[in-house]
Nanobody
Framework: QVQLVESGGGLVQPGGSLRLSCATS????????MGWYRQAPGKERELVGM???????NYAESAKGRFTISRDYNKKMSYLQMNSLKPEDTAVYYC???????????????????WGQGTQVTVSS
């Protein structure tokens, strides 16, 4: 059973920084793209940014220049560094990963999207 667990959320003042982490566990053959999403109260979940297996990153306009996504292949983790935080960044942040859970290299690809439970980020003075 694959699990994703986010950590690092909390309360921060406007202009501050937070670093979110996403840890994966379970049987994982390969992690492909990893992404971060957020959902503010009364709004739909939206993409913050993503990083491919080849470490190509893509960000929402609201995140460009302020947020940075990275990943650690050995630890099977992803990170979201958030700087210059604004009150409108307040949301529950979710980690997402497209994971191949095949049993081995000769097995067929078994790829699915997995989600964490979310971590609250509140930006307020």
């Amino acid at each position: 059973q694959v699990q994703l667990v986010e950590s690092g959320g909390g309360l921060v003042q406007p202009g501050g920084s937070l670093r979110l982490s996403c840890a994966t566990s379970g049987h994982i053959f390969r992690i492909n793209a990893m992404g971060w999403y957020r959902q503010a109260p009364g709004k739909e979940r939206e993409l913050v940014g993503m990083i491919t297996a080849g470490e190509i990153t893509n960000y929402a306009e609201s995140a460009k220049g302020r947020f940075t996504i990275s990943r650690d292949y050995n630890k099977k983790m992803s990170y979201l560094q958030m700087n210059s935080l604004k009150p409108e960044d307040t949301a529950v942040y979710y980690c997402n990963a497209r994971i191949d859970t095949r049993s081995g290299p000769l097995d067929y690809k078994r790829e699915s999207d997995y989600w964490g439970q979310g971590t609250q980020v509140t930006v307020s003075s």
